[in-house]
Structures are given as C-alpha cells and as structure tokens.
C-alpha cells in the first residue's frame, strides 16, 4: 500500500464525485450505437459525393471526346486554301459526301453553292474548331 494513501481499501486515493452519474451497460451500448450511426452517415455522404464528382468528370471527359472527334473530322476535310486560326470557315459537304471548307457563307454564294451547308467553324490556335452559330 502507498504510503500516501491512508484510507480503508475501499476508497480511492483520487478525488472523484459520487454524485455523477453512474455508468450503465445500455448506456454505453447506446452510445456506441449513435456514433457507429453518425459515422456510417458520413461516410455514406461522402462516398455519395466523391460519386457525384465521378459523374461529372465521365460527362467532361464524353464532351472532350466528342469534341476531339469533331475537330479531327473537320481537320480532315478538303481545303484549298491555307488555314488561319481565328478565321471562320464554312463547311460543306458535297454530293458524295465529302467535307470541304470554303472561306464564302452559304448567303455570299447565294443559289451558286458547291455543295450543302453544314456549318461555320472558327479555328483556333490548338487547331480545334469552335462552332459559328
């Protein structure tokens, strides 16, 4: 026994309270229940949100896709002429259904138009193609 301590055995050499309050089994296991139903809840959220954020990155990536392919087809098509970025050409496509691009809008060829209009595009410096409307 600790030379300090000079009460009976049944006391304690530290200061405690009687009066708070005692702890009991079900107490405990309830309180261990809410936290296990706290922490479910917030992972659950953030699993739902790191989905959601999954989501929105495939549909940027499909628009980045899509996009590409555009540019590559439109890089693809027939021109007579040496391109500018920044400059709005026309495309058409003509009756074998090849693309071409012509530096005249469908209303500057009027009834003369080599082929039918599918669009005006600007190139931009990365090569890609922002569409005219």
Known sequence: MDDRHRGREA???YPISRLAPAF?????????ESSNAVVNAVTTRRLEL???QMRALRAQ???????????????AARCAFRRKPGEVYHLYRDQHGELLFSMLSPTEWGARAPASFEGS???????SWTPQD
Do not use: F, G, H, K
């Open 24 to 32: 009991q089994m079900e107490d405990l296991a309830a309180r261990v």
């Open 61 to 75: 990536a499909e628009t980045v896709l899509r996009e590409a392919e555009r540019d590559l087809r439109l890089n």
């Open 121 to 127: 595009y600007r190139l931009e410096a990365d090569q």
């Open 11 to 13: 006391s304690s050499p």
């Open 50 to 52: 790191i989905a959601e």
